[in-house]
């Protein structure tokens, strides 16, 4: 099992040296930094829109809501509102509280053996908060990250900046997100090296977005804190790429920024095929979206081919006359 | 399904919050943000060549220097600081920086508005009037 984060490891150190040789000997400013960019994201928009619509074309036969609560039953039975939606609107709740606050990985448990061998399952959240640190601090990150892309720069980026610094310790002042998204990066990995289940069920597919995540901020960290690269030279850099101007500032910019803008470029042009899909496919999941209410409310299966029936008043029609006849009763004379 | 309209929808909804800096620059941008603002020097600057350390330094490492020496004026007592070149100077933002870069605005401003960074400088320190 070792393989597959080793493979990940060597694959994302490898692209970082391919991009520090290829800018710092092979002057290749101009792939790394502009054209490299550009095709990732237009990757990642057209990845990402064939993938949505190909998954919204796929047919939903059955309502498969997971529910944790009762359903909506008789007016004396109390319904679980949130864990067993009946409404749209419950189901926006539901869904809400799914992606925002990961509901369904706070209530994971953990099977095992209790006092005198009994199974008992455990509560067990490290992975609810790992998610919540991991995502939330990614999120400030990237729009953090416009200050780069927008001139002048808008009210909430700044806010943001100013909540994140607020511990205004070090100059230049640390950004507490930053150092949160390494720790969530880190603590996620160290999850699937170190528990035996979920390094039997790890891919390279897990691990090498972990690792190019991990990259990622290890290389912004060192930017920012250690080795100072040209921040200006950089948002002349990014505003070109934003106002569909490129251009290569004079000058040139340090090696350690084009390892950084490659393995974003990599990371956003690998989002459409890779489980970072999850952002797109949290919203299409048949086990939460739908609301539970099968009873009340028909579910057309699409697969469902026209059925030919031949009811009883057609029937009827048919044969009004000869039944009559027999002496069998009609319901219509 | 009827539900491919809201799936659109919400695919519309995601490319527009991600295409943000596109149509933000092209409806509220400044023109020509593709090219930082330069600090201006003032005369005694200018004359000065150097500042109390080689400019490239300068440059990357001014917020750690200041960062230092306000800990070894307030925290040490401690007012000499040696260059490397084995001047002798007040470390002093005032006085010693603010000597020569009086333009705050100009000097200053420019680049830490082009990149938003906002120094906690100026919440105990006063500078001079800024002229417009």
Redesign the interface.
């Known amino acids: 099992m070792n393989a597959a984060y080793l493979y990940s490891l060597v694959t994302v150190v490898v692209l970082g040296l391919i991009a520090y040789a290829g800018v710092e000997a092979a002057g290749l400013d101009v792939l790394f930094g502009v054209i490299i960019p550009y095709l990732a994201f237009i990757i990642f ?1 057209v990845g ?2 064939n993938k ?2 190909d ?2 074309k796929s ?2 036969p059955f309502k498969i809501p997971t529910t944790m609560g009762q359903q909506k039953s008789l007016a004396w039975i109390k319904q679980n509102k949130i864990d067993s939606p009946y409404t749209t609107g419950q189901v926006v709740i539901r869904m809400l509280l799914e992606i925002l606050l990961f509901r369904s990985l706070f209530k994971n448990t953990r099977t095992g053996f209790g006092a005198g061998r009994r199974i008992s399952y455990k509560w067990v959240i490290w992975l609810w908060l790992f998610a919540l640190l991991f995502h939330y601090s990614f999120l400030v990150v990237v729009i953090r990250h ?2 780069f ?6 009210f909430f ?2 806010f943001l ?2 909540i994140d610094g607020m511990l ?1 310790i ?4 640390i950004f507490l997100s930053g150092f949160a998204l390494l720790a969530g990066a880190l603590l996620l990995l160290v999850r699937r090296v170190f528990l035996p289940k979920l390094a039997y069920i790890s891919r390279p597919a897990d691990y090498f977005p972990l690792f190019l995540i991990i990259g990622i901020a290890v290389t912004g960290l060192m930017m920012r804190y250690l080795s ?1 690269v ?4 950089i ?3 990014t ?2 790429l ?4 490129p ?1 290569i ?1 004079e000058g040139g910019i340090s090696g350690l920024f084009y390892v950084h803008l490659f393995f974003v470029s990599i990371l956003v042009a690998y989002i459409p095929f890779s489980k970072i899909m999850h952002m ?1 496919g949290i ?2 999941s048949p086990t939460r979206n739908l609301a539970n209410n099968s009873r009340a409310k028909r579910h057309e299966n ?1 697969w469902n081919y026209p059925v030919k029936t031949h009811t009883y008043e057609e029937y009827e029609e048919d044969f009004r006359d000869k039944m009559k006849e027999a002496g069998i009763p009609v319901e219509k004379e | 399904m009827n539900d491919k309209n809201k799936i659109i929808t919400g695919l519309v909804i995601f490319f527009l919050v991600v295409l943000f800096p596109f149509w933000f620059n092209l409806i509220f941008g400044t023109p020509g943000a593709s090219t930082a603002p330069e600090a201006e020097l003032t005369e005694k600057a200018k004359e000065a060549e150097n500042c109390v350390e080689e400019t490239q330094y300068m440059r990357a490492e001014h917020m750690q220097l200041l960062d230092q020496w306000r800990d070894t004026v307030v925290r040490d007592g401690k007012r000499l600081y040696m260059a490397e070149d084995g001047g002798k100077y007040d470390p002093s933002l005032s006085n010693t920086c603010m000597d020569c870069h009086s333009n705050k605005v100009e000097f200053c401003d420019r680049c830490h508005n082009y990149a938003s960074v906002a120094p906690y400088c100026w919440d105990c320190h006063t500078y001079p009037e800024e002229t417009e």
């Open positions: 928009l990402f829109a949505i619509i998954w919204s047919a939903v416009l200050r892309f927008t001139e002048p720069v808008p980026v700044s900046e100013r205004q070090l100059l230049p002042n100072k040209d921040v200006i030279r948002k002349e850099l505003m070109g934003a106002t569909l101007q251009s500032p797109g919203f299409l699409p």
